[in-house]
């Protein structure tokens, strides 16, 4: 067999797993289901347990304090929790997903949702293998979000008033430490959507996937791996690989000394602000 006919054979079955998924889904179609829940934190940290299903959660209104996303309120959806800090308070829509059947189903509204389904599928095939094709190139694309997911350049400052600072500028490979703060592009972060934090184009990752107390931290080329993703909670900022905090080797707030992974303890080598 010509080699050149494989991209061809692939191409066919990646569009054919899509459309039998289509088939299998439309004869249970899904639905969105929607609740809203109030959560305050009358200043310190409350949490509230996510129903099994949950898809997204959104901020709907901010009843008091400053509800920031990643900052001040976040949610969870391995651990299907939703938590609030800082104050923050408001009304929060939690949607889930579900399977909808059952005996009223006719034949004919089975057949439709069948027929949709399978178009739906169709053009999600031809999207993923857009998608594909500029993978590369999106991933290395910031989008500025500048709303309550994420944020612009800026410094994170933690304990002594030292800055995170990737040592020696921002290349892929270099650690990543505290400094005196010099507003320099090495010390300039930007948090989006995806939970990346960038510097200078690249991402902070926790080298090797280790998820061990210690894992060095470094800049590297962002790649989309749970490594390279975080999240904020009360000043706290963890990877969502492994759930540990970034923290100051050894506590001691000197310059140049290393930032590391460890599991979170609230202690103040691991408390930032930005």
């Known amino acids: 067999m010509d080699s050149n006919n494989r991209p061809r054979r692939w191409v066919r079955r990646v569009i054919a797993l899509p459309v039998a998924a289509g088939l299998l889904i439309g004869s249970l179609p899904a639905r969105a289901e929607e609740q809203t829940i109030e959560l305050s934190s009358r200043g310190g940290y409350q949490s ?97 979000w500048q709303d309550d997911g994420g944020w612009n350049a800026r410094q994170i400052r933690g304990k002594g008033g030292l800055c995170l600072d990737i040592e020696g500028g921002a290349r892929p490979g270099r650690k ?31 080298a090797d996937r280790n998820t061990a107390d210690g894992a060095r931290v470094m800049a590297f080329t962002c790649n989309g791996g749970a490594n390279q993703r975080w999240r904020a909670r009360g000043g706290e900022i963890r990877s969502v690989d492994s759930g540990k905090c970034l923290d100051i080797e050894g506590g001691r707030a000197r310059p140049g000394t290393a930032v590391i992974m460890y599991r979170c303890n609230g202690g103040d080598n691991q408390r930032w602000s930005w």
Not at 56 to 66: K, R, Y
Not at 90 to 115: E, L, P, Q, V, Y
């Open 48 to 144: 509230h347990r996510l129903p099994d299903g949950t898809t997204e959660v959104e901020l709907v209104q901010q009843t008091a304090g400053g509800c920031r996303f990643g900052r001040t309120w976040g949610y969870d959806l391995t651990s299907q929790e939703l938590w609030v800090d800082g104050g923050c308070s408001g009304r929060f829509k939690i949607t889930t997903s579900a399977a909808a059947g059952g005996d009223g189903a006719s034949s004919s509204d089975n057949s439709s949702n069948i027929g949709a389904a399978v178009a739906a599928a169709a053009v999600i095939a031809g999207i993923a293998l857009i998608a594909s094709k500029d993978k590369d190139k999106d991933r290395d694309r910031d989008d500025g």
């Open 176 to 206: 990543l430490i505290v400094y005196d703060c010099n507003g320099g592009g090495n010390q300039r972060f930007e948090w989006n959507r995806n939970g990346e934090l960038r510097v200078a184009g690249l991402c902070l990752d926790v």
